[in-house]
């Protein structure tokens, strides 16, 4: 059976969960409030202590090492015991932090976040679920043409903190581009319009670097999402510690850091093209015709970063909305009441014929 | 005494205030070519000088039997100049001349000069326009009719510019055209105005790069170059501004502004 964890209260004993607003552990029962550090600290002294009374310890609070060889069933779901209730837990082999289906508990399960598999760093919750509910009232209410009825049976409640499983790439790259330029002269007799466009090679090579460029390591989330929440400040990035999922959701990775690297480095290629395109100046246009980037030094991160979401089912399609639980960046897809955008259509089209007419009319042409 | 004194200068003063509207009063008719009575004349002149005090613009007709070696154009436009026709400002002198060239043979050549107003008033259409009617009398030798005819023109042209709606080209309808391009506008902007839209609505897209994460201060340029590889140069015809109205003008000898055209 795998094993799970969750924080007790050490002052009455209630599951503390990791609250956004202050940045640290508080209890939802007493309003105890702790710094994430010292629990940690304390949690470590309680084991030191009962390892040298030498009772058997009753949590497996920080013991990593093994867990990777936790039972596993054969369609990837695995059991947990809650422990304040009791209850069994089913999760599947991504998931790290849960809540216990039948008293709401908050918990961590071990082992899904340990050894190779344990991130370096994690940024924090930095806005709540009320915060999040609130966004997205927000935003529906700013997009008039989205069916009232979608509006209606949004289930707010369901909004879900998720801290979402993130390869981060730092790297320092050669890159060099060959751009087309153009620069167009007019001029006019008495006959003629003359156009003159002249063509420029242009050439442009430097260094630069990057730094914890994101790359989405959970198939769950949709890729094109995560990037739409962009960009992560990994200023407020901490040391990872298991007690910031308390509360949340938490996936572990399921993308492999190999498997991402494609994707960072097209990213990067683009970056390039365009970083370098800014010090072409005085062009009508200008066109890539070649780039070429080396890598000089890449190093590859594991983190966890805070994103609010929520999944909803209208008319037989999957909509999913996500928050940057860091920004408050809310980006989502809405589907579109038929009869608004028709009535949109209709309306625009004699508004300009309108006003197309009257210019006619001005202009004489009947 | 004094008071006789004092009406005199008055007297002086009302006449001097006279003087510049004399000083305009040049003979309206020359028919140096005598293709008319005096008696008729008298009436052209009587007309012509109605029209002229009316819309403040010396309306002139001369006839003439040699152009002394200029054009046509160029000698009315500078008998307008040197005999100091045109009521206004210098340089901006407004006035109509219309020139009969006869030398003796049986073609007449006719031309209309024009200055300061008389240039709005008389646009290139309307000359035309006049032409073919005037035209159409000298033609048949009925000399006096032309000048009747002559001073209505100036009176009708002048009160249209006067009104703000000078005698012009009169513009094309294009009602196929027009119906075109309303339903190509009605159907762009609302096709613009529901793309707008459904884009709003499907925001969630791949970031094409990552210079959000660029390291600033980080990029150093470490070779570039600007090389000129080839040129090209296309030209397209300007349309002929035929198919406009108003009035072309040039310039006369004298350095003065002139429009006008023969018929």
């Known amino acids: 059976m795998a094993e799970n964890l969750d924080y ?37 002294v ?15 609070s920080f013991n990593w090492s093994d867990s990777a060889t936790q039972e596993w069933n054969d369609n990837g779901m695995s059991v947990f015991v809650c422990k ?53 009232k927000e935003y529906t209410a700013k997009r008039a043409f989205a069916p009232k009825s979608f509006k209606d049976e949004n289930h707010l409640e369901e909004i879900k903190g998720i801290y979402v499983p993130f390869w981060l790439f730092d790297s320092n790259i050669h890159a060099s581009v060959q751009y087309e330029g153009t620069r167009v ?9 003359y156009t003159e466009t002249s063509y420029y090679d242009i050439y442009r090579q430097g260094d630069m670097s990057f730094n914890n460029i994101p790359v989405d390591g ?3 989330m949709p890729d094109d999402l995560m990037e739409s929440i962009e960009p992560f400040d990994f200023s407020q990035a901490v040391d990872f510690q298991t007690a910031y999922l308390a509360g949340y959701l938490a996936d572990k ?52 970063y805070p994103v609010w979401i929520l999944n909803t089912d209208y008319k037989g399609e999957k909509y999913t909305f996500a928050m940057n639980g860091q920004s408050g960046k809310f980006v989502g897809n809405l589907p579109i009441d038929k009869a608004k955008i028709i009535a949109l259509f209709a309306g625009v089209a004699v508004g300009a014929g309108a006003l197309a007419g009257v210019i006619c009319k001005l202009l004489g042409l009947f | 005494m004094k008071k006789l004194l004092s009406i005199s200068i008055v007297f002086l003063l009302i006449l001097s205030l006279m003087i510049p509207a004399f000083a305009s009063s040049k003979p309206l008719v020359v028919d140096n070519a005598e293709l008319l009575s005096a ?23 001369v006839s003439t039997k040699t152009l002394d070696g200029k054009s046509i154009e160029a000698y009315a436009d500078d008998y307008f100049d040197n005999n100091g026709y045109g009521i206004g400002r210098k340089g901006d002198r407004s006035g109509v001349l219309l020139l009969v060239y006869d030398d003796g043979t049986n073609q007449t050549r006719r031309h ?15 000359i035309q326009e006049a032409g073919k009617k005037l035209a159409a009398l000298m033609d048949d030798g009925k000399w006096y009719e032309a000048g009747i005819l002559f001073a209505d023109i100036c009176e009708k042209y002048a009160q249209a510019a006067e009104d703000g709606n000078p005698i012009d080209k009169p513009k094309e309808k294009k009602v196929a055209l027009s119906i075109i391009v309303i339903i190509a506008a009605a159907l762009v902007c609302a096709f613009l105005a529901v793309s707008v839209v459904k884009g709003k609505y499907k925001p969630v897209r791949f970031k094409s790069n990552a210079t959000d994460y660029l390291v600033g201060g980080s990029l150093n340029v470490t070779g570039a170059y600007d090389n000129f590889r080839t040129t090209s140069v296309t030209r397209t015809p300007i349309q002929s501004n035929s198919s406009r109205g108003g009035s072309s003008t040039h310039t006369s000898s004298s350095g003065r502004t002139h429009g006008g055209g023969s018929f």
């Open chain 1, 46 to 60: 309680l084991d030191t202590q009962q390892a040298d009374m030498g009772e058997q310890p009753q949590e497996d």
């Open chain 1, 218 to 220: 959970s198939t769950k």
């Open chain 2, 39 to 61: 008696q008729e004349e008298a009436r052209i002149t009587q007309r012509l000088q109605q029209a002229s005090d009316k819309y403040n613009m010396d309306f002139v007709l």
């Open chain 2, 112 to 126: 209309i000069s024009t200055s300061g107003d008389g240039i709005k008033a008389f646009t290139d259409y309307g």
């Open chain 1, 185 to 193: 002269r007019t001029w006019r007799d008495s006959k003629y319009q």
């Open chain 1, 8 to 44: 007790k209260c050490p002052a009455c004993g209630g599951t503390l969960e990791f609250d956004s607003a202050t940045q640290k552990m508080k209890c939802p029962f007493c309003d105890s409030v702790f710094d994430v550090s010292a629990l940690q600290q304390k949690d470590a």
């Open chain 1, 253 to 304: 990775y399921d993308v492999g850091m190999e498997e991402s690297i494609p994707r960072a480095n097209e990213r990067i290629k683009h970056s390039a093209e365009d970083t370098l395109r800014s010090t072409v100046q005085g062009y009508a246009s200008v066109m890539p015709r070649f780039s070429s980037v080396q890598l000089l030094s890449g190093v590859s991160k594991y983190a966890l």
């Open chain 1, 84 to 136: 304040s209730c009791g209850g069994e837990i089913v999760a599947d082999e991504n998931t790290a932090a849960t809540a216990c289906p039948y008293c709401g508990n908050n918990t961590v399960l071990s082992g899904r976040l340990s050894g190779v598999l344990k991130p370096d760093f994690v940024i924090p919750f930095q806005l709540n679920k009320a915060q999040a509910k609130e966004k997205l």
